[in-house]
């Protein structure tokens, strides 16, 4: 084998690799586009409820005792 075919068969195994580590980083950041969607749906909504929670809790002034008081 020549020293010029060597030199080919080198740079596709180089190409190959870097081919599949572009697919394999391509798939991390679909999941981790995935992952950031849910997350920020789950944020939303966990505000929203805090929200709705603040309102209905009264200053504790205004709360009535426990009936053990």
């Given at each position: 084998m020549s020293d010029t075919?060597?030199?080919?068969?080198?740079?596709?195994?180089a190409l190959s690799n870097?081919?599949?580590?572009?697919?394999?980083?391509?798939?991390?950041?679909?999941?981790?586009?995935?992952?950031?969607?849910?997350?920020?749906k789950q944020n939303r909504?966990?505000?929203?409820?805090?929200?709705?929670?603040?309102?209905?809790?009264?200053?504790?002034?205004?709360?009535?005792?426990?009936?053990?008081?």
């Open positions: 075919e060597q030199r080919f068969i080198n740079i596709e195994m870097l081919e599949r580590m572009v697919e394999d980083l391509n798939e991390v950041i679909i999941r981790q586009g995935r992952d950031i969607a849910f997350l920020q909504y966990l505000t929203e409820a805090l929200r709705n929670t603040q309102s209905t809790v009264k200053p504790e002034e205004e709360e009535t005792p426990p009936p053990h008081y």
